[in-house]
């Protein structure tokens, strides 16, 4: 009798634990949908709020709750991915820019359509500020001939930022690096290109460089090499800043220090003193 007891009682356990395993198994892939859905779509944006950072939006459509909020739209949006359509709002998270473009009914009246991929070097993108550039990448060339791709901009060639590369003179200074010097070009649609050089201690280039984070100009000088159309530009020279140091008035006050005078000097171009900076 305890035997047959016993054996009653190993039946309902193998069997407890045979519907434990199937119901773990439906419902682990339940878990992983929830868990990706949760860092994909959100809840509708209104027009006039911050957008969530690192997403794209994907359609824009009218709605009564942000219309109570001062604008009569919402945008929906998502994570962004290699091949994404998304409305074009000019603002895409890096690396991402906008390869083409189209009219479009679900991002009407506010936004053109474009599809997104990760960029890389020699990636054709649109152009005219019609998609961001990575901070690290230039626009190597560009053309308008082709009037379907982006909806009738201009075509950028980018690639990543390197020393002696020539970039038109319609990109982006990229951190890093400045100007060198000024070249004619037929590879920029009219534009001329100029010469890139890396950021170091002492270097001197183009005053319509991108400045250098952290660094002051000591120096100036005239230059025919940073003449670009109307822009008449001087070599400057680039020092990381230390106590004591003299800087030309035209050179940022990095933080971390302020002026404490100035005294008499030759090496500022179209000045004849600087300042002498002090640290905090």
């Given at each position: 009798m305890?035997?047959?007891?016993?054996?009653?009682m190993c039946?309902?356990?193998?069997?407890?634990?045979?519907l434990f395993?199937?119901?773990?198994?439906?419902w682990?892939p339940?878990?992983?949908?929830?868990?990706?859905t949760?860092?994909?779509?959100m809840?509708?944006v209104c027009?006039s709020?911050?957008?969530?950072?690192?997403y794209?939006?994907?359609?824009?459509?009218?709605?009564?709750?942000?219309?109570?909020?001062?604008?009569?739209?919402?945008?929906?949006?998502?994570?962004?991915?290699?091949?994404m359509?998304v409305?074009?709002?000019?603002?895409?998270p890096a690396?991402?820019?906008?390869?083409s473009l189209a009219?479009?009914?679900?991002?009407a009246?506010l936004?053109?359509?474009?599809?997104?991929?990760s960029v890389?070097?020699?990636m054709?993108i649109c152009g005219?500020?019609?998609?961001?550039?990575?901070?690290?990448?230039?626009v190597?060339?560009?053309?308008?001939?082709?009037?379907v791709t982006?909806?009738?901009a201009?075509?950028?060639?980018v690639?990543?930022a390197?020393?002696?590369?020539?970039?038109?003179?319609?990109?982006?200074?990229?951190?890093?690096y400045?100007?060198?010097?000024?070249n004619?070009?037929?590879q920029?649609?009219?534009f001329?290109?100029?010469t890139l050089k890396?950021?170091t201690?002492?270097?001197?280039?183009c005053?319509?460089s991108?400045?250098?984070d952290?660094?002051?100009?000591t120096?100036?000088?005239q230059?025919?090499?940073?003449t670009?159309?109307?822009?008449?530009?001087?070599?400057?020279t680039?020092?990381?800043?230390?106590?004591?140091v003299?800087?030309?008035?035209?050179?940022?006050v990095p933080?971390?220090?302020?002026?404490?005078?100035t005294v008499n000097?030759?090496?500022?171009?179209?000045?004849?003193?600087g300042?002498?900076?002090?640290q905090l």
């Amino acid at each position: 009798m305890e035997r047959m007891k016993l054996f009653h009682m190993c039946k309902v356990f193998w069997l407890l634990a045979w519907l434990f395993v199937i119901l773990a198994a439906t419902w682990a892939p339940q878990v992983a949908r929830a868990s990706n859905t949760s860092i994909g779509q959100m809840d509708p944006v209104c027009q006039s709020w911050p957008m969530p950072t690192g997403y794209v939006i994907t359609s824009v459509q009218l709605s009564q709750p942000c219309n109570s909020a001062g604008t009569g739209y919402a945008y929906a949006v998502d994570l962004p991915s290699d091949g994404m359509t998304v409305c074009n709002n000019r603002a895409e998270p890096a690396p991402y820019v906008v390869t083409s473009l189209a009219t479009s009914t679900k991002c009407a009246p506010l936004f053109d359509e474009g599809i997104i991929h990760s960029v890389t070097d020699g990636m054709s993108i649109c152009g005219d500020a019609l998609s961001p550039i990575p901070d690290a990448y230039i626009v190597t060339s560009a053309s308008n001939t082709d009037k379907v791709t982006c909806n009738g901009a201009s075509i950028y060639r980018v690639q990543s930022a390197s020393a002696g590369a020539a970039m038109c003179s319609i990109s982006a200074r990229p951190s890093g690096y400045v100007v060198d010097h000024v070249n004619s070009s037929n590879q920029c649609i009219g534009f001329n290109s100029y010469t890139l050089k890396p950021v170091t201690e002492g270097v001197s280039a183009c005053s319509f460089s991108r400045l250098p984070d952290g660094y002051v100009v000591t120096a100036g000088a005239q230059t025919p090499n940073c003449t670009d159309g109307d822009l008449h530009g001087d070599y400057w020279t680039f020092n990381q800043p230390y106590d004591g140091v003299v800087v030309c008035p035209f050179s940022p006050v990095p933080s971390g220090y302020y002026l404490t005078g100035t005294v008499n000097s030759n090496k500022c171009y179209g000045a004849s003193f600087g300042y002498v900076l002090k640290q905090l």
